[in-house]
């Protein structure tokens, strides 16, 4: 019986020119936001009858996102897990991670996360080259980001996560490659690895207008993306999903369980939830959300259809696809009666695989993912 959890710390030392997850860089309400979180886990500590475990058969997981985590009071991040683990009875298996920026991260707070409980790590590093990183208007250097797996190594974490992005204009094949290699060498257990892309009201929309494509060709990125998904292959890092290779055992628990379909609480402001068949949200507003912090905004009631179409969906993004016996277990329909045109126009297009055990995406499949996510909604 599995409880997922998902705690928004929404402070940055500074905006990224391509971020659109809803972050702030006014730290004067740090204190206060931190003393609305506490309250609103008190909240649910005092409903919890309400919202029943759900067995997913997954392990339970607390993840701590942003904005970056690392960048506020590492006093604060413990105490809130602390009370987490008190209010929610998480068993003693959980995967518990933190995302943290290199700018931000010091041994000694790696150390305190380690101490109070946090299992696992993320490191926003994007690039090793600095060329790179300046384009993206990262505050940390090449040095700086493998001086923050050093100090994340030495204070205990062995389940060290590291973000890679590709696409980003200036950067060739070589760059992403020989950044892969140094981070197999840092010791990274997982690593994410995401296509730039152009979101609405970023800095980057303005710099770049809305299609990157005049900077960078489709082609080359997809070039990119292959090529580095091949080599952490090759290096033992499974593609697991579109965006993610592993050392085997080191997936993430907690991503998995979005992928899934599984029910999660969504706490702090800029959090999204999933609980009781319900999508909300908690609003993009450290205000608002200081001065009522139990509020929610439901945004999607999840019928039994929308259920189906959302897993399927998902499901497609893992490299292991649909199972045709895990989704007749989940839904009590076959899921070839259910999405038969959708499997055969997809197959015909060669961006599916079909066998004996279920459907995923074929190689092809992962440059038009999108086309086939569409058809499965």
Known sequence: MARHIYIHIP?????????????????????????????????????????????????????????????????????????????FSIGADAEITIEANPNSLTYDKARSYREAG???????????????LKT???????????AAIKAAREAGFSNISADLMTG????????ILRDAKELIDSGVTHISMYSLSIEEGT???????????EYISQEEDREMYHSLRSFLKEN?????????????????VHNGSYWRGCEYFGLGSGARGYMNGKRYSKGDDVKAYISEPAFIEIEEVMDADSKIHEYAMLMLRTSDGIDAGEFKRQFG????????QEIEKDKKAGLLEEDTKGIRLTEKGLDFANIVFEDFL
């Not at 993206?136 to 493998?146: I, K, M, Q, T």
């Open 118 to 132: 946090f299992n696992r790590i993320s490191i926003g590093v994007q690039s090793l080259t600095d060329e790179v």
């Open 168 to 175: 980003v204009p200036g950067q060739t094949t070589d760059d």
């Open 11 to 87: 402070f940055c030392e500074r905006k990224c020119a391509y971020c659109s997850f809803y972050s702030i860089a006014d730290r004067s309400l740090e204190k206060d936001y931190f003393d609305a979180l506490r309250k609103e886990i008190g909240f649910i500590g005092k409903t919890i009858a309400l919202y029943p475990d759900r067995n997913d058969d997954l392990k339970d997981t607390i993840y701590f996102g942003g904005g970056t985590p690392s960048c506020v009071s590492s006093d604060e991040i413990t105490d809130v897990l602390r009370l987490v683990l008190e209010t």
């Open 136 to 146: 993206l208007g990262r505050l940390h250097d090449r040095e700086g980001a493998l």
């Open 333 to 340: 329909k076959d899921l070839k009666e259910v999405f038969s």
């Open 203 to 213: 800095l980057f929309e303005k710099r770049y207008g809305k299609d990157i494509e």
């Open 236 to 252: 033992g890092y499974i593609p697991y999903e579109i965006s993610n290779c592993a050392l085997k055992g080191f997936e993430s």
